[in-house]
């Protein structure tokens, strides 16, 4: 798809005119897929069969592979990430306050305040971008029921430092792993650690079931619950026992889930590629740094991310943004601006921002590049040498995007008058 990412002048560059690097997009989120004839093969066997729903033969089946896999005793499928994460929450019985990561998709947010429940938002580490434990211990409150970590890029919390703050203070620990799975800590399957971890497997994570999700938990009495929970709080035929929703996942999500496992490795190894290709792409290029995943550990290399520091690059993030959208490289900012900074939260805390340095700083310079298997070695080498020329000739494209800024206020007065 790259058409050539080489540009020799400032006027070559797609936002100043040229032609751009891209002919089609190239997304951050691209669904990896598996075996198309695998994947047929079960979904006319779901026509045939007409069981569509409702805790069915693909359903089981994932959910015991997906425990095999993570080494975990239940993994319960979902119909996606975010319904995982309430239904954890409410079966943990979280309530009052609960301490969140605000650097994180806003789902970890909105899945508390959703059963109004506070989310106090606490700062992360810079280097791990992970919750930072001795911020965590100062956040609690008499109010504080539980702790949600989020292994942010697939990158495992300190789960040896949380746990023993949950453990001390009387706190519940639930884990947000959507961006982990595959991914090991100390050796161990992410999926074992705290009361439960929430996987997405959302289109757009390295592996998915187009839409979908899962709670792990070795905790056979909070597994029941959360079985229970997910269809409505049947037992049985007309027997309620308990308060549910609709969370369940259609056999269809696990028929793609079934057949992603089967090529999972492949999954990783081709963004393991890329990711070591980044890294020599990009390496040497001042003011930019690449987050680095632990070789020490299982990981799905998902996620490339970037902090681009605006004084030494010479370019700002938000300006290599628009000259990597105008290439038809759609890199991301994930996650800007931070919950806290996003409605309700930033009405409902206006002063959270005063202390969460480290989250603001990330926010401001965090960009997330394109992965995956329609990710080829050429598109990687096309994109650093993008970035490479941006910050070689950052100077010039400041300058010439400030002198078009100039002109953007008359602009501004001619649309509104
Ligand atoms: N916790 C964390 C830490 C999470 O990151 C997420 C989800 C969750 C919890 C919640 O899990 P789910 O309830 O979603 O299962 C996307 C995803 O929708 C979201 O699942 C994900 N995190 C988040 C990081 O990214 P958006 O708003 O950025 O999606 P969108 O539509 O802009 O798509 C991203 C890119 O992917 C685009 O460039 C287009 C491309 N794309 C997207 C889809 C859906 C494709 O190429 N094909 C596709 O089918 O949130």
């Known amino acids: 798809m790259a058409e050539s990412g080489q540009k020799a002048k400032l006027t070559d560059l797609a936002l100043f005119g040229g032609k751009p690097a891209f002919s089609e997009p190239l997304h951050v989120g691209r669904p990896n897929v598996g075996d ?8 006319r066997d779901i026509w045939d069969r007409r069981w569509f729903t409702n805790n069915g033969l693909y ?46 998709f806003i789902t970890t947010a909105h899945a508390l305040q959703w059963q109004e429940i506070t989310p106090v938002f606490c700062d992360i580490d810079r280097s791990s971008h992970n919750l930072d434990p001795k911020r965590v211990e100062q956040m609690i409150t008499p109010r504080t029921t539980g702790i949600i970590g989020v292994h942010i ?50 289109a757009t994570k390295f592996f998915n079931t187009f839409e979908g999700g899962a709670v792990a938990t070795n ?54 590629k890329n990711y070591f290709a980044y890294k020599q792409g990009l390496s040497g290029i ?23 520091d605006e004084a030494a690059a010479g370019i700002g993030r938000d300006q290599l943004l628009a000259l990597l959208h105008a290439e038809n490289v759609l890199a991301r900012r994930y996650f800007f601006p931070g919950c806290h900074r996003m409605e309700p939260y930033r009405s409902l805390f206006p002063h959270a921002g005063l202390l969460l340095p480290e989250t603001e700083r990330l926010a401001r310079c965090i960009l997330s590049l394109p992965n995956g298997s329609s990710v080829g070695g050429v598109d990687v080498e096309a994109i650093c040498s993008l970035i490479r020329f941006a910050i070689e000739h950052g100077g010039e494209i400041r300058r010439e995007l400030s002198t078009r800024d100039a002109h953007q206020p008359s602009q501004k007065q001619s649309i509104h008058g």
């Open 59 to 104: 359903v089981r089946e994932f959910e015991e592979k997906l425990a095999g896999v993570l080494g975990v005793k239940h993994c319960i499928p979902v119909c996606n990430g975010t319904v995982a994460m309430e239904l954890a929450i409410r079966a943990l019985g979280l309530c009052g306050e609960v301490i969140v990561p605000s650097f994180t």
């Open 153 to 202: 890029w697939g990158r495992p919390c300190e789960v040896d430092a949380l746990s023993d703050i949950a453990r001390r203070r009387g706190l519940k620990l639930l884990y947000d792993a959507a961006h982990a799975f595959g991914a090991t800590c100390g050796g161990r399957m992410i999926g074992n650690f705290g009361e439960a971890e929430v996987f997405s497997f959302h």
């Open 286 to 308: 001042p003011g930019l740094k690449q987050i680095s995943y632990s070789e020490r550990e299982r990981c799905n290399f998902q996620y490339i991310v970037l902090e681009v």
């Open 219 to 272: 905790n056979d009495e909070l597994a029941a619950k959360i079985r229970l929970m997910k269809n409505f709080g049947f037992q049985g035929y007309d027997n309620v026992i308990y308060i549910g929703t609709n969370g369940k996942m259609t056999e269809i999500a696990a028929a793609m889930g079934l057949t992603g496992l089967e090529t999972l490795d492949e999954f990783i190894a081709v963004n393991r």
């Open 36 to 43: 198309w004839d695998s994947f047929l093969r079960r979904v």
